[in-house]
T-cell receptor
Framework: GAVVSQHPSRVICKSGTSVKIECRSLDFQATTMFWYRQFPKQSLMLMATSNEGSKATYEQGVEKDKFLINHASLTLSTLTVTSAHPEDSSFYIC?????????????FGPGTRLLVL | LAKTTQPISMDSYEGQEVNITCSHNNIATNDYITWYQQFPSQGPRFIIQGYKTKVTNEVASLFIPADRKSSTLSLPRVSLSDTAVYYCLVGETNTDKLIFGTGTRLQVFP
């Protein structure tokens, strides 16, 4: 199946700093990528839809100035958590949408564990 | 997007068949039903997708009744490594969003 990578796999940062997470589709082009956040023992929560060449679409309640998304190419989307605080500590997962008829069309990355001290 | 309802948790023993049922009363005509598996600290992994009747692959079967208001994921002869959270999602196969529900936490015991 298609492969999606994330970098870094885990990051620890100080409160107030910004952290950038990369999501790459390694063997296909993705005009649309998605960013999710998952807290312990909870389900994935969709944060935003990343569209190549245009602005991201954020879900209700997600601050676009806090979580900056850039989708500059068909294989790369980045999520920047600006001025991170301890409550931003979470597991961030991206997925890339691959155009296909039916079957598996969305491929998930392995996730990035963010810890803000 | 149709909302899904699943049991929060299920327990099983190795070698047993596990059936996880998902309700999706508001499923739309163009919606497919997709199941994902997630292990701790990993991204979700696609298991199976179907539209109606029965679909089977090398790891699971998916049963969908005629009214499509529910679906059942069947895992034959589970092993300890099947301990995970299983999510049922509905949506157009080429649509944008996947909205995750609570999922079902399956615990397999030896």
């Amino acid at each position: 199946g298609a492969v999606v990578s994330q970098h870094p796999s885990r990051v620890i940062c100080k409160s107030g700093t910004s952290v950038k997470i990369e999501c790459r589709s390694l063997d296909f082009q993705a005009t649309t990528m998605f960013w999710y956040r998952q807290f312990p023992k909870q389900s994935l929560m969709l944060m935003a839809t990343s569209n190549e060449g245009s602005k991201a679409t954020y879900e209700q309640g997600v601050e676009k100035d806090k979580f900056l998304i850039n989708h500059a190419s068909l294989t790369l989307s980045t999520l920047t958590v600006t001025s991170a605080h301890p409550e931003d500590s979470s597991f961030y997962i991206c997925s890339a949408h691959r155009l296909a008829g039916v079957g598996e069309t969305q491929y998930f990355g392995p996730g990035t564990r963010l810890l803000v001290l | 997007l149709a909302k899904t309802t699943q049991p929060i948790s299920m327990d099983s023993y190795e070698g047993q068949e596990v059936n996880i049922t998902c309700s999706h009363n508001n499923i739309a005509t163009n919606d497919y039903i997709t199941w994902y598996q997630q292990f701790p600290s990993q991204g979700p992994r696609f298991i199976i997708q179907g539209y109606k009747t029965k679909v089977t692959n090398e790891v699971a079967s998916l049963f969908i009744p005629a009214d499509r208001k529910s679906s059942t994921l069947s895992l034959p002869r589970v092993s300890l490594s099947d301990t995970a959270v299983y999510y049922c999602l509905v949506g157009e196969t080429n649509t944008d969003k996947l909205i995750f529900g609570t999922g079902t936490r399956l615990q397999v015991f030896p």
